[in-house]
């Protein structure tokens, strides 16, 4: 059955965001071209981040309990799209495509669509968050028999119908891994489209690599016992 999309959430978590979150909100609102709600999850930011928000047209929601997949199952949970839209706060992905992955989960008739970050020119991804990326995207490719490049983008569009139907639980990081895991257990298609990737303007990433890369490598294997 082909997706109907009515509207669609745009839901972005932030943390301390004051410097980039301004122009993400801009492009979203003049670029989208689907009907749309945007959710701010903020994790109590002292920057300023929530009164820059708090003037923007979307809709704040105070998550002080600390954590990526925290901070998205909130947005979730309050989310009233036919198509759930994540994307980080930060600046670095390239939301003006968020029409390119809504379009091609429509297409597609897909569950998910991923913006990968592999073939992007401007090669913006630090070299070690690279290398990070490839091995676990090997591992989950390998143990979940699929084909995708970038398993850690966190720059993606989602069938509302198919989040409901799984139980997300990863609080942290290993949150974007364990939604991949459940939908491949499900059976969803899950596909790509390439994006550009941009380096943080302001302020510093919150990711904290061999903490993830544990979390997220005991989260695959987990996802293969039960």
């Not at 509207?7 to 801009?26: H, Q, R």
């Not at 490049?149 to 966190?154: F, I, K, L, T, Y």
């Not at 198919?162 to 942290?172: H, W």
Request: include cysteine.
């Amino acid at each position: 059955m082909t997706l109907k999309v009515d509207m669609i959430s745009v839901v972005i978590p932030t943390l301390n965001e004051a410097g980039n979150i301004l122009e993400e909100l801009t492009t979203i609102e003049k670029e989208v071209k689907y009907p749309k709600e945007i959710i701010i999850v903020d994790g109590d930011s002292t920057d300023g981040t929530k009164e820059i928000v708090k003037k923007a047209n979307c809709k704040l929601i105070v998550e002080p309990r600390r954590g990526y997949g925290l901070a998205l199952r909130t947005g979730f949970k309050h989310a009233k799209g036919d198509v759930i839209v994540m994307v980080d706060g930060d600046g670095t992905y390239e939301v003006r495509h968020i029409n390119l992955l809504v379009d091609a989960l429509i297409k597609n008739n897909a569950e998910l669509c991923l913006a990968t970050r592999m073939y992007d020119p401007n090669k913006a991804m630090g070299f070690m968050n690279f290398v990070g990326n490839k091995i676990i995207t090997f591992f989950f490719d390998f143990f979940y028999r699929q084909f995708i490049s970038d398993s850690q983008s966190g720059f993606r569009a989602i069938s509302r119908a198919a989040i409901e139907k799984v139980d997300l639980e990863q609080t942290d990081m290993a949150f974007a891994t364990e939604m991949l895991i459940q939908f491949a257990k499900k059976g969803f298609k899950m596909i790509e489209v390439p994006s550009t990737y941009k380096a943080r303007k302001y302020g510093k990433t919150k990711l904290r690599r061999i903490k993830s890369g544990i979390e997220i490598f005991t989260t695959m294997v987990r996802g293969l016992i039960r």
